[in-house]
């Protein structure tokens, strides 16, 4: 039987480069590994919080900008730290009170949002260096990173070993794998926070322009807290319907919204109609008319929480010394739902020993004419 040897043409294949990123204060060196597509597009991850640094993409007219918020250096992410593209857990989101039960045994996380544990804690998985364990380039160009995350880590039970693996198509996929196995039950929730502006990072007319799809007829509103009341509640006729793309100036200031005045805008979990699936499908689709940037967020997980940038108060200084505010970035993070831990309804976050956690999501982008 003849065999046939698949081969790549080098002229179409995506690269992958290794560099130097700078070192942590206790002098562990961070790297960067550069993922390019022969269609333009490039994505930069580092290994401080495995994180994707930037996410450079051409416009319609082949204009490439980066369109993820950031910073340029390291000593700007360990001194004013916040979410850029960080791969965040052990459990994305909020817990209210920092409180959960499992198997009868209650476990207290570190509160660093208010009265919630917020990202995995004040030392969550954004703060950790992790390891390369293989760079490569061709049909994809890929980059595998590890961490162990030790039992008691900010209050967790269980040892928890994670892989997360980058990989960059010439078609414009960036498909981020979240991998995680444990030695006792616990719980995880993990996901990339990237925060985004298709116009360009530091575009001075912010998101607003921007257009939005999220393939959910429902959300979980929360309470004072950010913290969902357990409702699943009908998008129709208000204004978290993005059913039909819609600008994101559309509702942004809508005071009247008692959902709004809570989050300072969205910060809210949308239920998408496809559930948890065992291949990712379309959570949102995000498309800036002017460059004709789109963005397409595909995921396993059964929620995506969106957020427009309300906590951004003109105090980072990001990439190439823009000022970030209000509005300057969006947020679309597929995840659990917040809280997952504390209310049964919503599902499960447990992961127990011999049945590994695993979350595939993709960052799709293109051009629309």
């Known amino acids: 039987m003849a065999v046939t ?3 790549i043409d080098p002229a179409a294949a995506a690269t992958a480069t290794r560099s130097n990123f700078g070192t942590m204060p206790d002098g562990t060196a961070v790297e960067a590994v550069t993922l390019t597509g022969s269609n333009g597009v490039s994505a930069r991850i580092t290994t401080l919080g495995a994180t994707l640094q930037a996410f450079n993409v051409p416009d319609r007219n082949g204009k490439v900008a980066d369109i993820t918020l950031g910073y ?3 000593a700007s992410y360990v001194a004013k730290p916040n979410f850029w593209g960080q791969t965040v857990g052990r459990y994305a989101n909020r817990i209210a009170g920092g409180r959960f039960t499992l198997d009868g045994k209650p476990y207290q996380l570190p509160l660093n949002d208010k009265t919630n544990s917020l990202h995995g804690g004040s030392d969550g998985f ?3 260096v992790f390891r390369i364990v293989s760079v490569a380039s061709g049909a994809q160009a890929k980059v595998v990173m590890t961490m162990t995350s030790p039992a008691g880590d900010q209050g967790y039970p269980g040892t928890l070993a994670v892989t997360v693996t980058y990989a960059l198509d010439d ?24 925060l985004f502006n298709l116009a360009g990072d530091g575009a001075p007319g912010g998101i607003y ?15 004072a807290a950010l913290i969902p009341t357990g409702e699943q509640r009908a998008v129709a006729g208000t204004v978290f319907d993005f059913t039909k793309p819609r600008s994101l100036g559309d509702g942004i200031r809508n005071g009247r919204e008692p959902q709004i005045a809570i989050g300072r805008g969205w910060d809210h979990n949308f239920v998408l109609d496809k559930g948890a699936t065992a291949e990712p499908g ?3 689709r995000a498309e800036d008319p002017a460059s004709g940037r789109v963005l397409e967020v595909w995921t396993t997980e059964p929620g995506v929480q969106f957020y427009s940038g309300n906590f951004l ?4 200084v990001g990439k190439q010394g823009h000022v970030y505010r209000m509005g300057d970035g969006f947020a679309l993070e597929p995840q659990k739902f917040p809280d997952t831990p504390n209310q049964p309804a919503f599902g499960s976050a447990r ?3 011999g049945k590994p956690y695993h979350h595939r999501m993709i960052y799709r982008v293109s051009t629309a004419r």
């Not at 444990?182 to 996901?191: F, H, M, S």
């Not at 322009?209 to 309470?223: D, E, H, K, S």
């Not at 108060?313 to 980072?316: I, K, P, R, S, V």
């Open 72 to 74: 340029d250096d390291l």
């Open 5 to 7: 040897v698949a081969t």
């Open 351 to 353: 992961v127990d020993p």
């Open 171 to 194: 078609k414009g996929s960036l498909t981020i794998d979240m991998d995680a196995k444990t030695d006792a039950p616990t719980i995880v929730n993990l996901t990339n926070h990237a």
């Open 209 to 223: 322009g921007q257009r939005l799809m999220i393939a959910a007829r429902r959300f979980t509103p929360v309470n």
């Open 282 to 284: 379309l959570a949102a």
């Open 313 to 316: 108060d003109g105090t980072f």
């Open 126 to 128: 954004d703060k950790r």
